[in-house]
């Protein structure tokens, strides 16, 4: 185990940090009581990949907070009658939506940024019509 996931599993927080909904706190049987469901059945969810809980030295599970949001969001969906590929179509779907609105966000920022540039760009080649060389004079 690395040390970064021994001091996620560890589950020590420094006064002042925020809270990183990635390090892995709660055991086994306190993550099937925040998620209300069996232990077990946290045990199947994992084997069919639904979530990955970060593992201890001992091989002890510690699932985080984003952990038990996923959990959550699994309950909901198993209870709304999906089956559990069904569910990890689902969450794959939700992911790829996520991926795509975040690359999409940073497009329309990047589109923004190029056309302030352009504009920047246009108001230094302005002349001033009082400025210009030869005089405007309108037209004939």
């Known amino acids: 185990m690395t040390d970064r996931n021994h001091k996620e599993a560890s589950g020590h927080q420094r006064y002042g940090e925020t809270r990183n909904t990635s390090r892995a706190l709660y055991v086994i049987s306190v993550a099937a009581e925040l998620t209300g469901v069996h232990p077990q059945t946290l045990r199947i969810y994992e084997r069919k990949g639904l979530v990955e809980p970060l593992r201890t030295g001992g091989g002890s599970r510690r699932y985080s907070d984003r952990d038990i949001a996923r959990l959550q969001r699994i309950q909901d969906l198993t209870s709304e009658g999906l089956n559990l590929e069904g569910v990890r179509r ?51």
């Open 90 to 140: 689902v969450m794959e779907l939700e992911e790829e939506v996520e991926t795509l609105s975040a690359q999409l966000e940073q497009a329309h920022r990047n589109l923004i940024e190029a056309v302030e540039r352009v504009h920047r760009q246009y108001r230094r080649e302005l002349v001033p019509l009082n400025l210009a060389p030869v005089p405007y004079r309108g037209r004939r």
